[in-house]
């Protein structure tokens, strides 16, 4: 491991104390891990404002995936990262298992992103000097994880993702689908509560993009991962357990004639 870059135990324990989010979490079958209460979302612009989410209501069970749909510049992005603690809402509340994120002060939301959260984006963000496996571990170690500990959960989330053959190799060793998955067990390595993707295979070729759709499916389906996904990937979202379409500003189900422009 490249100590001089990755945080050490102690240290990686003193940003998250596990004391910071006591957990009540409720685990039976088909239990909301995500809601979204009435979130409101705006942003100035030229001397007024552009109302992006409009009071957005949705619940996402255990397990399932839920695609969004949207044009661009509708406000994917934006609705993931309220759910996912990097934005706050104008109004509204946004819950994870039994947490309400918009009750939290910023150092307690980090705290929570870096233990119950996993992030996939549609750049990979691997860092260049590191090893696939020490990416995956960086999280792990953020949330207080020994290196021993890290070092197996990274390897098992790299497995997941059919990789075993690669955690030696950097990223600029790998194709642009195996970043891409490798940034999925990354995301996964913590176990989190929820999978927040935005656009994960928007830069990926068509063979690579089904192979990360059928990825997040099984961690779904097999390892009861919950997942919510910004995608235009027509293959993703057809095998979404619910696809919703965020349409000026608010949510609503797909169409079928959408699910084919998806």
Aim: no cysteine.
């Amino acid at each position: 491991m490249s100590e001089r870059w990755l945080p050490s135990a102690e240290t990686a324990g003193n940003r998250s104390p596990s004391a910071a989010i006591p957990s009540t979490r409720a685990t039976g079958p088909g239990s909301a891990v995500l809601r979204l209460v009435g979130v409101e979302k705006s942003y100035p612009m030229a001397g007024a404002k552009l109302e992006v989410l409009r009071g957005v209501d949705l619940s996402v069970p255990r397990g399932t995936i839920l695609a969004i749909l949207g044009a661009s510049g509708a406000g994917k992005s934006t609705l993931l990262h309220i759910a996912g603690g990097l934005d706050r809402p104008d109004a509204g509340s946004v819950w994870v298992e039994d947490r309400d994120l918009t009750s939290l002060d910023e150092e307690s939301t980090a705290h929570f992103r870096a233990r119950r959260l996993g992030f996939v984006f549609q750049f990979h963000h691997l860092l260049p000097e590191f090893t696939a496996l020490e990416n995956v571990m960086m999280p792990a170690l953020w949330a207080g994880a020994s290196e021993a500990t890290a070092r197996s959960r990274a390897q098992e989330s790299l497995a997941l993702a059919g990789l075993t053959e690669r955690w030696q190799h950097r990223p600029s060793q790998l194709s642009g689908g195996e970043q891409q998955r490798v940034a999925v067990a990354r995301a996964i390595v913590n176990r989190p509560d929820l999978v927040l993707a935005d656009e994960p295979s928007g830069n990926l070729d068509r063979e690579n993009a089904e192979r990360l759709a059928a990825l997040l499916v099984t961690l779904a389906s097999d390892h009861g991962q919950t997942m919510v996904v910004a995608t235009h990937n027509e293959r993703l979202a057809a095998l979404a357990s619910t696809v919703l379409v965020l349409d000026r500003g608010t949510v609503r189900e797909a169409l079928p004639e959408e699910m084919g422009r998806a």
